[in-house]
């Protein structure tokens, strides 16, 4: 330990001798320092070093593969970190099966892999690439389809430096991934619609009366025709954040107090899912409010009047009255009973 002037310890100082640990301990220490806990890949430090080590004739051509995963965030933020977890470590798995015996695989940051490839060819790199994106489309997280936004690059004879051939690798993945993020944005907000939609008839006719009722209310108070449209497919999606509420929730007749406040969580979740597509992000901030109300006692904020804005307030009378003239499982049509 060192020590200050005045007797405080500011550090310490190591002193090692030649190392005494046996093979596996040091296997341990390797898998420590180099390994990525979550995935059983090897990490960005191993991938950098190995690199360095790699980039020589005898490893040439010398290729590099990045690949990012499209639907981490929207995991994460939807359906929580476990599932995203799951995600990355099926990813993982996946780049391992479909990948050369002599690839390289790293988790080279949140979202990203990186693939070390010595000894490669354009047609092996091209084939690796396509195989990794295909098997990708079909492996699938519940309604998360594995999305991989891949680029890479090869050093050929040391015509350019290693820096050089991972900034070329990297930048071709994020044009991939701007060309296809949006297009799986949309497909996942479909599969979402779909899902409740195609397993529960009463919620397919829920959202369409709201989207009726909407509609109507927008027309009575004199909004412009873009405005009406808005209000309508913000009513019809009002409920699409319960897509990560258990299928037993609605199946029972009587709701508990958990039961209550899982469902009390879609309009965070439903606001999660369409901010993040351009198509509907400017309808995010109406299904987040549709359940606060006037007096201040609702929910996620418990906003009140003014606060509120108009098309979420629209939307919250039609959902009630919707609900309150409907047959549910959990209850029987009633004009005055309480809705959640």
Same mark, same amino acid.
């Given at each position: 330990m +060192? ?11 190591l ?12 296997? #341990?220490?390797?898998? @420590? ?9 090897? *990490? ?7 690199? +360095?080590?790699?980039?020589?004739e ?24 476990e ?11 996946? +780049? ?26 354009? *047609?092996?790199?091209?084939q ?21 936004a ?7 004879n ?15 993945m994020?044009?991939?991934?701007? #060309?296809?993020g949006?297009?799986?944005r949309? *497909?996942?907000?479909n ?7 195609? *397993?529960?008839? @009463?919620?397919?006719?829920? !959202? ?11 027309? !009575? ?22 897509i990560? +509420? ?7 007749k =009587? ?9 009390e ?9 369409? #901010?993040?597509?351009? #198509? ?12 606060e ?30 609900a =309150?003239?409907s047959?549910r ?12």
């Amino acid at each position: 330990m +060192i020590q200050n002037n005045s007797g405080q310890n500011y550090g310490w100082l190591l002193s090692f001798e030649k190392s005494s640990l046996k093979n596996s301990e040091k296997e #341990k220490l390797n898998k @420590y320092i180099y390994g990525d806990y979550l995935t059983g890949l090897y *990490n960005r430090r191993y991938m950098e070093e190995k690199l +360095i080590e790699l980039d020589n004739e005898k490893n040439f051509p010398l290729g590099i593969v990045f690949a990012d995963v499209n639907a981490l965030k929207i995991t994460n933020d939807v359906f929580g970190h476990e599932k995203g977890d799951e995600l990355l470590h099926k990813t993982a798995l996946l +780049i391992k099966e479909v990948g050369f015996p002599k690839n390289i695989n790293c988790r080279s940051g949140g979202d990203e892999f990186a693939i070390i490839v010595p000894k490669t060819t354009e *047609n092996e790199m091209k084939q690796f690439v396509k195989s990794l994106v295909a098997r990708g489309n079909m492996e699938k997280i519940g309604l998360i389809k594995i999305s991989l936004a891949v680029g890479y690059a090869i050093n050929k004879n040391n015509e350019k430096s290693i820096k050089d051939i991972k900034i070329q690798a990297d930048s071709l993945m994020y044009k991939n991934k701007i #060309k296809i993020g949006k297009e799986w944005r949309i *497909n996942f907000i479909n599969r979402v619609i779909e899902y409740p939609h195609n *397993n529960y008839d @009463y919620e397919k006719k829920h !959202a369409e009366g709201v989207k009726k009722y909407c509609k109507l209310m927008a027309k !009575a108070l004199n909004f412009f025709e873009k405005d009406v449209k808005e209000v309508s497919e913000a009513g019809f999606l009002h409920d699409i954040g319960k897509i990560k +509420i258990a299928k037993e929730v609605f199946m029972q007749k =009587m709701l508990t107090k958990k039961d209550l406040e899982e469902i009390e969580t879609h309009p965070e979740v439903g606001y999660q899912i369409l #901010k993040g597509v351009t #198509k509907y992000a400017s309808l995010a901030e109406y299904v987040l409010y549709h359940h606060e109300r006037w007096d201040g006692k609702g929910y996620p904020y418990g906003l009140s009047k003014e606060e509120i804005p108009l098309p979420a307030r629209i939307i919250a009378i039609a959902d009630a009255f919707e609900a =309150m003239t409907s047959k549910r499982v959990y209850k029987e049509k009633n004009l005055f009973r309480k809705q959640f």
